[in-house]
């Protein structure tokens, strides 16, 4: 039986494919791997202290209520990426602004990270699978000074790398550099992940469509037409599709990546910008989904080439595989 490669050796070996090969964001991607352990640890353990369940009290600059395990999630997030050397600043949606870090290392950082620490934190009192997403960018403004709201408002096309890590019944890690998707998965027994899915591929087309479909009525009618194209025999498998909405982007996501589908998150009138935001959800997942063959788009234009105004900015969102999110393209007007 072949050895496992751990992240950690897969990195390493894979350094040269990193747009700078200098060895911070290798040091970068090693932090974000050990804050993820640490979160893994929380979640499985959120059933059995109350320190980490249930709701914080307070309510985010999202409007959302904040678990207790999302500011758990944030503070463990920032402490590494202050503590790194590598980054100068970050943007995080639990927080109204972004931070930068003040130390004389950190204004030497060569990079930014936006990130959502819990994605689908109104699940976990449920035990249903959530998951962190990151962003990384190379910093614009001048080493040696602190970031600026101009680091953090690029759009997607300039992510030198992004991922995200499920936490379901494994943890594990996707991540791309640009240069293909890999998956990773947690071995509790050794505490390392192991290389587990290789160069995955997202399948040009699929059986399975995620969207609240409690709001339909209040959606575009192209789109209520390609739901209907979807749930007929007159599409392109000749068998009605099946809807799977689990309601954490992440988990949702990760099951069209490995089985082929869609994940529609439409404007409506209660959201007429999308609820999905744009730096710290869209653009990491839209870049694994083009790394892996996939599509994302707000149902008219490419997601990665939207610049960005605000922190916290929403779109719509089409994403998955690219025959799919070409045909829902093509029912809107």
């Known amino acids: 039986m072949s050895k496992s490669i751990t992240l950690h050796e897969f990195i390493l070996l894979n350094q ?10 290798t040091s970068l991607l090693n932090d974000i791997v050990l804050s993820a352990k640490i979160i893994s640890r929380d979640v499985r353990r959120a059933g059995l202290t109350d320190h980490v369940l249930g709701a914080q009290g307070m309510v985010n600059v999202q409007g959302e209520a904040q678990q207790k395990l999302d500011l758990l999630a944030d503070q463990t997030l920032i402490r590494a990426f202050e503590s790194s050397g590598v980054v100068c600043g970050i943007a995080s949606e639990e927080n109204d602004s972004f931070v930068a870090f003040q130390t004389e290392t950190s204004k030497h950082g060569k990079y930014v990270v936006l990130f959502d620490p819990l994605d689908g934190s109104s699940n976990i009192d449920v035990n249903v699978s959530i998951g962190t997403i990151f962003s990384i960018y190379s910093r614009r403004s001048p080493l040696g000074t602190v970031a600026t709201m101009d680091d953090m408002l ?7 790398a992004a991922g995200y890590v499920l936490y379901g019944s494994s943890t594990m890690l996707v991540y791309t550099t640009g240069n293909g998707v890999n998956g990773f998965t947690l071995d509790p027994s050794i505490g390392e992940f192991c290389l587990s899915h290789p160069n995955m591929r997202m399948p040009e087309n699929g059986r399975l469509y995620a969207m609240n479909e ?4 209040e959606c575009e009618m192209g789109l209520v037409a390609y739901i209907k194209y979807c ?3 007159e599409n392109e498998t000749g068998m009605p599709y099946s ?7 992440v988990a949702d996501f990760h099951r069209s990546l490995i089985k082929g589908g869609i994940y529609v998150y439409p404007a409506v009138p209660a959201a007429p910008e999308g609820r999905l935001r744009l730096l710290y959800e869209c653009n990491p997942l839209a870049f694994i989904a083009e790394q892996s063959g996939g599509l994302a788009t707000t149902g008219r234009e490419r ?5 960005p105004t605000t922190l916290h900015q929403r779109v719509p969102y089409y994403i998955g595989s690219k025959s799919m999110v070409e045909k829902a393209m093509s029912f809107l007007t």
């Not at 997601?303 to 610049?307: D, K, R, S, T």
């Open 231 to 233: 749930q007929s025999r």
């Open 214 to 217: 409690g709001n339909i009525n």
């Open 16 to 25: 040269q494919d990193f747009l700078f090969a200098t060895g911070e964001l």
């Open 154 to 160: 690029q759009p997607g096309t300039e992510q030198v």
């Open 243 to 249: 809807g799977r909405y689990i309601g954490s982007l």
């Open 303 to 307: 997601i990665m080439e939207i610049q």
